[in-house]
Each structure stands twice: as C-alpha cells, then as structure tokens.
C-alpha cells in the first residue's frame, strides 16, 4: 500500500516529525498485516513533497494506474 509522506515540515517541528511519521507507518502495517496475513501487503512510503506543489497528490497520480 502507497503511504504519502513528507520529507520537508517547519523547522519548529521537525523533531517530532520522524517519530509520528514512522508511528504511523508502523500502525498501518498493524492493520494491514491483521486484515491480510502477516506480510502479504507491505506499507511503503511514498515521499509526496514534490507533486503537492504541481497541484498533485498521490491518490490523483495513481488513479488511472490499473
């Protein structure tokens, strides 16, 4: 499953950044592996900085992708 994530966040809270993104990531793999079977679908991030900006985001490029 493509997670979006976000390499560039304000100085101010870039310290806490890293953890809540890895937290999250983790917890999506939790539900993944409870729905799926241990394994069977991987939580990969997707880093999403630069198509945010050119009016994208990941659901919009990857929906006509079959």
């Known amino acids: 499953m493509a997670v979006p994530v976000f390499r560039w966040v304000p100085p ?7 953890g809540q ?3 999250a990531l983790a917890t999506y ?5 409870r ?6 679908v991987k939580a ?3 880093p999403s ?3 945010i900006p050119r009016q994208g985001s990941l659901h919009c490029i990857t ?3 079959r």
């Open 44 to 46: 990969v991030p997707i």
């Open 21 to 23: 993104e890895q937290e």
């Open 12 to 18: 101010a809270l870039a310290w806490r950044h890293h």
């Open 35 to 40: 729905e799926f079977g241990a394994g069977a």
């Open 49 to 51: 900085d630069t198509v």
């Open 63 to 65: 929906k006509t992708f």
């Open 29 to 33: 793999q939790r539900a993944l592996d």
